[in-house]
Every structure is written in C-alpha cells, then in structure tokens.
C-alpha cells in the first residue's frame, strides 16, 4: 500500500479582532493585560473604574488624579508595591509606575486572585532584613 505524502499545512488567515476596540476605534469591553497579557473585562465587582490585572494585579498608568479619569499622559505599566486599608477595612493596592515612578492606589476588585492579594500583604514578613518581632508589634 503507498504511502500518502501530507500537503503542507494551509494557514488560516487571522480572524479580525474586535475585543480590545469597537467599529470605528471605540473603546472595547475589555483590555491586554501589560504584565500577563490575559483579557480583562472592563465590569469589575466592587469597583466602577478597573484599571488592574484581578490575575497579576498588574496595572497601567492611565488616571492622574481623580479614578476613571484616564487624564495621565504616561500609560507605562504600574507594577503592585503592597497593600494598604482604608479606616472602614478596605483593601487598596499600591501601585508604582516603572516608566515615571508616581505611586497611586486602587481599590482592590472582588475578583481579585487571592493569592495574590496574600502574596502582597505578607511579603513583609518574608524580608529577612526587618526582624520579625519589630513588625508584630506595628
């Protein structure tokens, strides 16, 4: 019986993608995230202006003051420095800029990776520089 020889593989065109811009360049329903480079819807649980990774909690320098401004001229990635809380008990992550440096917070989202979210609020702990007792009593 002869052996039949496969033909190359035809490519597939690339299919048009509408899921970071609407007709027209209109804003999408969602955004590439800088750091793992998911899809993330723009709906956010706990929060009306999304503007982090709820994955790597990765995020991008686009609010200049007030949230949801989209006013600052940067767009460099913000990498999470920490966690913070408000008086009420509110979890706030810390963002620093890696292209100008400016911190900002953002409200955390309820979906959130949580192990993430612990990763940051531990890491404290983990630096072998501070003693560990000095903390505890904070």
Known sequence: MPRRSNPAP???AQRPKDVLHGP???PGDAFRCLGCR???PLAAPGTA???HC???LTSRHVDHRVPGDRAADCGGRMRALCLTTRQNGEWL?????LACGELSTN?????DNARALVRLAVRP???TSRPVRALLTL
């Open 38 to 40: 998911l899809e993330v």
């Open 93 to 97: 992550l810390v963002h620093q800029c």
């Open 107 to 111: 409200r955390t989202a309820g979906d």
């Open 10 to 12: 035809r490519r597939r």
């Open 54 to 56: 709820p994955h790597c």
């Open 24 to 26: 027209g360049g209109a």
């Open 49 to 51: 202006h999304r503007n």
């Open 125 to 127: 702990l983990a630096d």
